[in-house]
T-cell receptor, first 116, second 118 residues
């Protein structure tokens, strides 16, 4: 079974608007972490934001926020005020356990295009 | 600058010609791992290492070998590459945490190595 599902292969958004990238996950481990990475056309993986399964508040990092709905097992990434430089592939990932065995399970990714 | 360095960044080779992709980190991280990225599949873990001389298989280890003789280096070896190993490869590292506290422990990725096997 897919552990991380990103149902949107591609999305587009107008510059300065907000966009939500969907991610659902599946785990029976009570301790887990959720991550979002950005991959621009140059190919590197850039860490954006992290949410721990016990965190009460949604994580935020500048224009990025993670809409964490534990009961629904979803961890959507919200990008506010989109910029042209946000055009990239975005990956949602999960790590089961507390982090000693630091294996990330990735979704298939969502390609975001920001239009001027 | 703290970083993970992979080489080569780009390589075209032929079936059966042994190759090694090097990975080096300067952050004194215990944990290192290799992933491959394929369209529609995201990234999948090939091998990982918890410390020097300690390595283990990830989800897609077939056709690959690794070694960890020094803390900073974790090379990926393709003894007899085949076309289905054409992919984008990433090395990543982090500290090794212990205990039962849930922490971020973010993986730092290298810039990627794009390998084509003809």
């Amino acid at each position: 079974a897919q552990k991380i599902t990103q149902t949107q292969p591609g999305m587009f958004v107008q510059e300065k608007e907000a966009v939500t990238l969907d991610c659902t996950y599946d785990t029976s481990d009570p301790s887990y972490g959720l991550f979002w990475y950005k991959q621009p056309s140059s190919g590197e993986m850039i860490f954006l934001i992290y949410q721990g399964s016990y965190d009460q508040q949604n994580a935020t990092e500048g224009r990025y926020s993670l809409n964490f709905q534990k009961a629904r097992k979803s961890a959507n990434l919200v990008i506010s005020a989109s910029q042209l430089g946000d055009s990239a592939m975005y990956f949602c990932a999960m790590r089961e356990g507390t982090g000693g065995y630091n294996k990330l399970i990735f979704g298939a990714g969502t390609r975001l295009a920001v239009h001027p | 600058e703290a970083q993970v360095t992979q080489n080569p960044r780009y390589l075209i080779t032929v079936t059966g010609k042994k190759l090694t992709v090097t990975c080096s980190q300067n952050m004194n991280h215990e944990y290192m791992s290799w992933y491959r990225q394929d369209p529609g599949l995201g990234l999948r873990q090939i091998y990982y290492s918890m410390n020097v001389e300690v390595t283990d298989k990830g989800d897609v280890p077939e056709g690959y070998k690794v070694s960890r003789k020094e803390k900073r280096n974790f090379p990926l070896i393709l003894e007899s590459p085949s076309p289905n190993q054409t992919s984008l490869y990433f090395c990543a590292s982090s500290v090794r945490t212990g205990g039962n506290v849930l922490v971020a422990n973010v993986l730092t990725f290298g810039a990627g190595s794009r390998l084509t096997v003809l």
